[in-house]
């Protein structure tokens, strides 16, 4: 029986580093940080992980002490779903 190469679907290191290019541009994007943790890990950048879980919480704490709650939280929401802007998707524009 031969060995099959599987070629991944997603190129995890290209995804990495576009992420990596946001944060240089962006240093203040704790939801990239914290989504690069995990990421990190699985990859055995430990160093990496670390670094990033503790700038993820510092800008969190600091946003929480600096903002009343419901402002980091509108924040927070906004960045999960940002706002589309003038953007019409196929859906919005049928209505």
Sequence with gaps: MATETVTP????????????????????????LALLVPVYLELGRHDDAAKARH???????TAIRTNTLDEVLRAYG???????????????SAA
């Design 78 to 92: 906004v960045m999960l779903n940002p706002p589309l802007g003038d953007s019409a998707t196929p859906a919005t």
């Design 9 to 32: 679907i997603i190129d995890i290191p290209a995804l990495v580093a576009r992420a990596e290019a946001h944060v240089e541009q962006h240093p203040y994007d704790a939801l990239c």
């Design 55 to 61: 700038n993820t919480l510092t800008m969190l704490s």
